[in-house]
C-alpha cells in the first residue's frame, strides 16, 4: 500500500476533473448498478499512469458525448474497491492504468495498460471520444 500523501495528488489530477474517487467495493457495486454509462479509470502511481492515461482520461471529456458517471479506483491504495471495479471488468485480466466503459452496468469498452502504455495521452482521449460516441 501507498502512502495516502504519495497518492494525493494523483487521485486529485482526475478529481478535479470531475471524477468521484471511490474506496470501497459497495460503492463500485453501487454506481455499476445506475443506468446510464460509467467510466472507471484504474489509477496508478507508475509512469504511464502519469503521462497517459489520466491525461488521456481528462482530455476525452472535451467531448460532445461523455459518461453520465466518472468514477476512479487506485491501484495499490484502494484494494476493495479496486477489487470489485476488476470483477466487473473480467474477462479483462488486472492491470493497471485501465479504464472501463459501463453501460447499463455491462462492460462495453476496456483499455489495458498495454493500450495506454508507450501511446500518446491525445491516442487514448480519441479511443475513449469514440467509445462515448457509441455507447453514451
Given at each position: 500500500?501507498?502512502p495516502?500523501?504519495?497518492?494525493?495528488?494523483?487521485k486529485?489530477e482526475?478529481?478535479?476533473f470531475?471524477?468521484e474517487?471511490i474506496?470501497?467495493?459497495a460503492?463500485?457495486a453501487?454506481?455499476?448498478?445506475?443506468?446510464g454509462?460509467a467510466?472507471?479509470v484504474v489509477?496508478?502511481?507508475c509512469?504511464c499512469a502519469?503521462?497517459?492515461?489520466r491525461?488521456g482520461?481528462?482530455m476525452?471529456?472535451d467531448?460532445?458525448?461523455?459518461?453520465?458517471h466518472l468514477?476512479t479506483v487506485f491501484a495499490?491504495?484502494?484494494k476493495e474497491?479496486?477489487?470489485e471495479a476488476?470483477?466487473?471488468?473480467?474477462?479483462?485480466?488486472a492491470?493497471?492504468p485501465s479504464m472501463a466503459l459501463?453501460?447499463d452496468?455491462?462492460?462495453?469498452?476496456?483499455?489495458e495498460?498495454?493500450?495506454i502504455?508507450?501511446?500518446?495521452?491525445?491516442?487514448?482521449?480519441?479511443?475513449?471520444?469514440?467509445?462515448y460516441n457509441?455507447?453514451?
Amino acid at each position: 500500500m501507498y502512502p495516502p500523501e504519495l497518492v494525493q495528488p494523483m487521485k486529485d489530477e482526475l478529481t478535479s476533473f470531475g471524477f468521484e474517487d471511490i474506496q470501497t467495493a459497495a460503492k463500485v457495486a453501487d454506481i455499476l448498478k445506475k443506468e446510464g454509462t460509467a467510466l472507471v479509470v484504474v489509477n496508478s502511481v507508475c509512469g504511464c499512469a502519469a503521462r497517459n492515461a489520466r491525461p488521456g482520461a481528462k482530455m476525452s471529456l472535451d467531448n460532445a458525448k461523455k459518461p453520465d458517471h466518472l468514477v476512479t479506483v487506485f491501484a495499490g491504495v484502494d484494494k476493495e474497491a479496486v477489487n470489485e471495479a476488476r470483477n466487473h471488468m473480467m474477462p479483462f485480466p488486472a492491470s493497471s492504468p485501465s479504464m472501463a466503459l459501463f453501460k447499463d452496468g455491462e462492460l462495453v469498452h476496456m483499455l489495458e495498460r498495454h493500450h495506454i502504455e508507450g501511446r500518446p495521452a491525445e491516442m487514448i482521449a480519441e479511443n475513449l471520444k469514440d467509445a462515448y460516441n457509441e455507447f453514451c
